[in-house]
């Protein structure tokens, strides 16, 4: 008896793909209609023919038109809002509610540790060498805290711009918790570290601490920056570019 022969596996894009470039192509073409976006009007002709190709060809139109929101950010909106009728802004987007209230939260840290005796300027001067005790804990929990709000500034920030241009998804939410991690650990670098090698140790006051906080927490990127750009070229004076791997 002959082998029965495999059934022919049919190459190319499959229809749950072309389905869904179809159903955001009409997503991105509602959006840009609904926030008065310039479409290129070349667009409809290639929706028309229903080609595969003349598909892909607006696909990439729309999201040139779009940009910066993309057809993940514009449906992850969508969902919110066919699943949040009624609620208010706070329970249709549970990462704007948590990062307000991590900024309250570093609010009342801020005052309740700047209200001790044991942070002044006195105290901020030691720094982490010469402190020692609760004293050290309440004056990493003042900086600490003065960085958080830094950060938290910048992603309320971010969230709103993003909000307004439909660029919001849902994997920011694990971004921005890193970045506040970092923006807390930057704004200690900032104020203890870099405060440390200032050329007059009596200049270095509440005021400046606080400050260096702030930045570190608001720019952490760019502190991250330039500490790979330092590392990158330590690096460079023992790696040689000769070097076989």
Do not use: W
């Not at 309740?112 to 005790?133: F, P, Q, R």
């Not at 998804?169 to 670098?189: K, W």
């Amino acid at each position: 008896p002959k082998a029965e022969t495999p059934e022919k596996i049919n190459p190319g894009i499959s229809e749950e793909i072309i389905a869904e470039l179809s159903k955001e192509i009409n997503n991105m073409l509602s959006f840009a209609i609904f926030n008065g976006i310039t479409v290129n009007t070349e667009v409809n002709s290639l929706i028309q023919n229903s080609n595969v190709d003349d598909l892909i060809n607006a696909h990439n139109l729309l999201c040139k038109n779009i940009a910066p929101a993309t057809p993940k950010s514009i449906q992850f909106t969508k969902k919110l809002n066919q699943e949040s009728d009624g609620k208010s802004i706070f329970g249709k987007l549970p990462l704007l509610r948590n990062l307000i209230l991590l900024a309250v939260f570093f609010l009342i840290a801020y005052v309740v540790t700047g209200m001790s005796k044991e942070v002044n300027n006195d105290s901020l001067d030691k720094g982490m060498m010469d402190n020692n005790g609760i004293s050290l804990l309440l004056n990493i929990a003042y900086l600490s805290s003065v960085a958080g709000l830094g950060v938290l500034f910048f992603l309320l920030k971010e969230v709103s711009i993003s909000l307004k241009k439909g660029s919001l998804i849902p994997e920011n939410s694990i971004g921005y918790l890193s970045q506040i991690i970092l923006g807390v650990i930057a704004g200690l670098i900032m104020s203890e570290i870099i405060s440390f090698y200032a050329k007059d140790p009596t200049q270095i006051n509440l005021f400046n601490k606080s400050i260096l906080a702030l930045i570190g927490g608001f720019s952490s990127d760019a502190i991250f920056s330039i500490l790979q750009g330092i590392i990158d070229k330590i690096k460079a004076i023992f790696i040689s570019p000769n070097t076989i791997k």
